[in-house]
């Protein structure tokens, strides 16, 4: 455990000494959001019925941005070699990997995403809603994410490979986080959206750690 | 239909690797060269390596591999580029499964936990893994938490002391290998695993590491070493690699 808080430190005091990275991913969601009232005009009605889905899916593209690095630049300098002999099993490696990423992007994300709701007008009632399915959606994008970063380390152009293999395993997450907001929208219950939300979290949390340590093991060989 | 299918490949598998050289046993057989031996006499044999092969890709670099090192032994492999010197320690470090033989540590398998294997060991590659945007203290930190260590005295016995607070990304390529080599001395593992360690290291710092070396090596230590330049290990049992 205190290998795990001291790698997880370790991860931390890397992404705020490389605070550009975790910003922009920020900032690329609060942009992207603002596009869409330009594009598709800001009229009310529009806006509260798309909102919900911009955000989600904005959310999603947000969270991949800094996964090329997560490993990537650990690859690159040896360090992933020392991560991997630390005395900790490789998936505890890669689920330290998986928090701090949640921890950098995923709750930041979290953060602005109600101002931005408000600005596309969603009607109050909802945004405790669209933040409940985005703690346990970001949380499984940061799961995914890192087993999709795992599995393409070492790949040459992994970069571009990593969108192609990570968001096709997002799919549900989305559909089930936007649908949790649309059928709150028609007043009926949220619920059964926001559990199986939680169910995937229940099942990622596990297989996703295991999935990228064996990715891993096999990048260093 | 199905049985039938992986029952083709396990034919085609069993094909590639009778190509590669292998026999029924997963043993390689012995041919005409030498097979590679070192033994350091006396004391009970605390790493032991049993008729080692692996692979790099498509490669056979090591075959035949046997050695056993007693506590406090030290070994040195030696040979020209490419011989798989690098390949050794990877596998050593149980980063790379052997594709055929044993690696044991008092007796036992040793990669049988790569977790538990990896916390008995510091390998220091040919890479120096060192972040440029942290500083020398803060780069040995997670060694540290790791190693159980303390990494100011760590840094203090490779001449690092008054680096402690800069950023790596100042230091020379030479301070950046020490402090590479500063992560042996935060750690209590028996085992270090080095690739060329001295490699861009001045006299007066090689000097310092021999001291370590020494240390380690009285207190049970193993230390095993690929090296082109002479290192400070008195007494070490030499692995030539083909």
Redesign the interface.
Known sequence: M??FL??L??EL??AL??GGDTLAALFFFAIAVTMFPLAIGPGPQTLALVGPGIIWVAALLAALLPLDRLFGADFE???L??L???????SAVAGAKALAHWLMTGLPLLVVAAPLAVMLRMPSGLIPVLLGGLLPGTLLLSLLGTAGAAVVLGARRGGVLLPLLVLPLAVPVLIFGAGAVSAASFGESPRPHLLLLAAMLAAALPLCPIAAGAAL?AA?? | MLSAAAGRGLGRLAHALSRRGFNHTGRVPSTGRPRSRARTGGGTDVLQAESVAAFRGERLVLRDIDFALPAGGALLLVGPNGSGKSTLL?LL?????PAAGRLLWDGEDALAD???H??R???V???????P??TAA?NL???A??GGGDAGAALAALGLAELADLPARMLSAGQKRRLALA?LAVSRAKLWLLDEPTLGLDTASVARFGTLLAAHRAGGGLVVAATHLPLPLDGAAELRLA
Do not use: I, M, N, W
Not at chain 1, 84 to 90: I, K, M, T, V
Not at chain 2, 125 to 131: P, R, S
């Open positions: 205190t290998r001291a790698l430190g370790r005091r890397l000494r490389h300098d040896g360090s070699d020392l991997l002999l630390c005395g900790l099993p490789a093991r260093a060989e | 990877r470090a149980g980063l790379l499964r790569p977790a538990a990896g916390a060991l510091v390998y590659g040919h890479q120096d893994a060192v972040k945007g942290l803060e930190r997670f060694a938490a790791a992560r």
